[in-house]
T-cell receptor, first 115, second 115 residues
Framework: DADVTQTPRNRITKTGKRIMLECSQT?????MYWYRQDPGLGLRLIYY???????NKGEISDGYSVSRQAQAKFSLSLESAIPNQTALYFC??????????????FGPGTRLTVL | GNSVTQMEGPVTLSEEAFLTINCTYT??????LFWYVQYPGEGLQLLLK?????DKGSNKGFEATYRKETTSFHLEKGSVQVSDSAVYFC??????????????FGKGTKLSVKP
């Protein structure tokens, strides 16, 4: 079974609709992240959470919100979807080691299309 | 601020050719450096990493050396295979800098290997 799962894998919605993307992990990691990927732009950080009570905005948080329901679950919401939020969305987790490296483990992605 | 610049693609090679994908970085602290790979339809997965200057990361025939003097982490492979076709992302994590250990990604380089 995959360590980091995302649901749904694909979603098509209309402008103005509220959308929630969900992420679950079985790695036992405290840190979780949401990214969006756009062609030619790489990955950009939307929100990150270092534990259940610690949630932070990333580079491009406008138009998004998140909820960390438990250590294992981190949801991303688009309150009123717009077409330029059409992208591939990835969830990731990490667990910093004593050496200070921060390897992240990614889910398979959710492809969101806003019409 | 921290940033990563990698060569633009796409890169098209014949099987068994030598591969180099250039990556340079700007960081205020002492970053760890990563190469992630994204195969078609999948999430990102760690390919290799290096945590300090002069370290060499290696995996699956790929190598990259952390060069502090040239602020570079170029990815190389001596003989590519069709199965190496993917998008490659260079990234840094500056645990002791302003980014709190979050990953900063380059824009990605798409590699296509022809039989």
């Amino acid at each position: 079974d995959a360590d980091v799962t995302q649901t749904p894998r694909n979603r098509i919605t209309k402008t103005g609709k509220r959308i929630m993307l969900e992420c679950s992990q079985t790695k036992g990691h405290d840190r979780m992240y949401w990214y969006r990927q756009d062609p030619g732009l790489g990955l950009r950080l939307i929100y990150y959470s270092f534990d259940v009570k610690d949630i932070n905005k990333g580079e491009i948080s406008d138009g998004y919100s998140v909820s960390r329901q438990a250590q294992a679950k981190f949801s991303l919401s688009l309150e009123s979807a717009i077409p330029n939020q059409t992208a591939l969305y990835f969830c990731a987790t990490s667990d910093p080691t004593g050496s200070g490296t921060d390897t992240q483990y990614f889910g398979p992605g959710t492809r969101l299309t806003v019409l | 601020g921290n940033s990563v610049t990698q060569m633009e693609g796409p890169v098209t090679l014949s099987e068994e050719a030598f591969l180099t994908i250039n990556c340079t970085y700007t960081a205020t602290g002492y970053p760890s450096l990563f190469w992630y790979v994204q195969y078609p339809g999948e999430g990102l997965q760690l390919l290799l990493k290096a945590t300090k200057a002069d370290d060499k990361g290696s995996n699956k025939g790929f190598e990259a050396t952390y060069r502090k003097e040239t602020t570079s982490f170029h990815l190389e492979k001596g003989s590519v295979q069709v199965s190496d076709s993917a998008v490659y992302f260079c990234a840094l994590s500056d645990k002791y800098g302003g980014s709190q250990g979050n990953l900063i990604f380059g824009k990605g380089t798409k590699l296509s290997v022809k039989p």
